[in-house]
């Protein structure tokens, strides 16, 4: 239920959205948690498998990890969606997106 008009608290941005707490996705982009969510728990069990315990630093980084894999995914939806983007030109971009990126590995 939205705010009354009186209520000086009330969101004035025109949307339809009423309320979005903090770290929630609106409805219709629910589905992006999913993977990232499967991400997260293979890599606390691979941190679990090596080292037999997640402490605090280890589930600072597994945190960091799902939060990109959360903001690569909710990318990848605007492309498709938002821009019409087919699933070809997401590749090419993504392909351009590795070819700048720096490589770890060649850095060591």
Do not use: F
């Not at 009330?10 to 629910?30: D, F, S, V």
């Not at 679990?48 to 799902?66: F, P, R, T, W």
């Amino acid at each position: 239920m939205p705010a009354s008009k009186t209520n000086l608290n009330a969101a004035t941005h025109g949307g339809i959205l009423t309320r979005l707490t903090l770290g929630e996705l609106p409805t219709k982009m629910r589905r992006q948690l999913s993977p990232a969510r499967a991400y997260r728990r293979d890599l606390e069990a691979a941190v679990m498998n090596v080292k037999g315990e997640v402490n605090l630093s280890d589930a600072h980084l597994i945190d960091e990890a799902a939060a990109a894999e959360i903001h690569a995914s909710i990318c990848r939806w605007l492309l498709r969606d938002w821009l019409g983007l087919s699933q070809h030109q997401e590749k090419m971009i993504e392909a351009l997106y590795a070819d700048v990126t720096p490589d770890n590995d060649a850095e060591q």
